[in-house]
């Protein structure tokens, strides 16, 4: 069983940067593609951005230009930065592991979550 551990979520005001992290065990990260979604109250959860096994990288159109996503797989990490924060960043985040290597793959794990608030 895959357990991924997500820390780094807080208060922040708008226009603030927060560096969202995830780490996981097993060799999930060296063969998954992974990514970060985000969920609202009474909304679907979204993904946010994804990468590949392979590197290709998606992100919402919300977040083009202010977030970046990264994996270190040596280290079993995902990481998400996210720069120029909005109140509508606001969201639980959850990092996720896809079954297969593209993030167009069903997701296969998911973690715990950590809080993202935005401040106005």
């Known amino acids: 069983q895959v357990q991924l551990v997500e820390s780094g979520g807080g208060l922040v005001q708008a226009g603030g940067s927060l560096r969202l992290s995830c780490v996981g065990s097993g060799s999930i990260f060296s063969i998954n593609a992974m990514g970060w979604y985000r969920q609202v109250p009474g909304k679907e959860r979204e993904l946010v951005a994804g990468i590949s096994r392979y590197g290709s990288i998606y992100y919402a159109d919300s977040v083009k230009g202010r977030f970046t996503i990264s994996r270190d797989n040596a280290k079993n990490t995902l990481s998400l930065q996210m720069n120029s924060l909005k109140p509508e960043d606001t969201a639980m985040y959850y990092c996720?592991?896809?079954?297969?290597?593209?993030?167009?793959?069903?997701?296969?794990?998911w973690g715990q979550g950590t809080k993202v608030t935005v401040s106005a």
């Open positions: 996720a592991a896809f079954r297969g290597s593209s993030y167009t793959s069903g997701i296969q794990y």
